[in-house]
């Protein structure tokens, strides 16, 4: 296959996985309503770093060793899940604003640079769905005969792609009359992206245990 086509096709299947709503979106979400658009551009750049981990496992074939051993990747699963646990608490313990507290989250000071980064690279490195859909993007679309440079640039790409994505979303979320909404009604959002994650929490525990029953 040659460089284009196989490229189109990756890039076309990374835009579907990275559109779709899921524990990365919830991220920039809460943290775009919360704390502003330098907090969301900066969990945005985390998530773009956290799919670099995927694809350099991915490309030097520890990915195979994590799918292949069983109990290292139920340790990664559960460990996805309790992270995601902790931000689905968080995020359904969201209440109504009253007016006082709009223009206190309006004002409040965003986190640190380096957590709001650190909670998008978590978010996506110790995502297990992430892993299972390049360990079958790297055996299945990608041809074995694709030198690695190729490969290396697929997952440049790939990063950079994701980073721009949730970047361009940020943009979207805090824009003044759309964040406005948001501090208004974004409860409900929170609620919904924390019943999201605890439904992916759950979903990655039931699958992890229920392999190994079945194993």
């Known amino acids: 296959m040659s460089f284009w086509p196989e490229f189109f096709l990756i890039a076309s299947i990374h835009l579907l996985?990275?559109?779709?709503?899921?524990?990365?979106?919830?991220?920039?979400?809460?943290?775009a309503v919360r704390y502003g658009r330098r907090a969301a551009l900066f969990?945005?750049?985390?998530?773009?770093?956290?799919?670099?981990?995927?694809?350099t496992y991915s490309l030097i074939g520890i990915g195979v060793i994590i799918k292949t051993t069983p109990w290292l990747?139920?340790?990664?699963?559960?460990?996805?899940?309790?992270y995601l646990l902790y931000l689905a608490q968080g995020a359904l313990?969201?209440?109504?604003?009253?007016?006082?507290?709009v223009i206190a989250l309006q004002q409040s000071a965003a986190p640190a640079s380096t957590k709001a980064f650190s909670a998008g690279f978590i978010t996506n490195g110790l995502n297990p769905?992430?892993?299972?859909?390049?360990l079958s993007l790297f055996a299945v679309v990608i041809s074995a005969e694709t030198p690695f440079s190729y490969k290396v640039i697929y997952g440049l790409y790939m990063a950079l792609a994701t980073a721009a994505w949730f970047m361009f979303l940020s943009l979207v979320l805090t824009n003044t009359k759309v964040?406005?909404?948001?501090?208004?009604?974004?409860?409900?959002?929170?609620?919904?992206?924390?019943?999201?994650?605890?439904?992916?929490?759950?979903?990655?525990?039931?699958n992890s245990f229920s392999n190994s029953v079945n194993g």
Do not use: E
């Not at 990747?73 to 309790?82: D, E, G, M």
């Not at 406005?180 to 990655?204: E, I, P, V």
């Open 17 to 31: 996985a990275v559109a779709s709503p899921g524990p990365d979106f919830a991220i920039v979400l809460r943290y």
């Open 43 to 55: 969990a945005s750049l985390g998530i773009g770093l956290g799919i670099l981990v995927h694809v």
């Open 73 to 82: 990747f139920k340790l990664l699963s559960v460990s996805a899940a309790c």
């Open 93 to 101: 313990r969201a209440t109504a604003p009253v007016a006082d507290d």
């Open 129 to 134: 769905k992430a892993t299972l859909f390049f």
């Open 179 to 206: 964040r406005g909404f948001l501090l208004l009604k974004g409860y409900w959002f929170d609620r919904l992206m924390g019943l999201l994650l605890l439904a992916l929490a759950a979903q990655l525990l039931f």
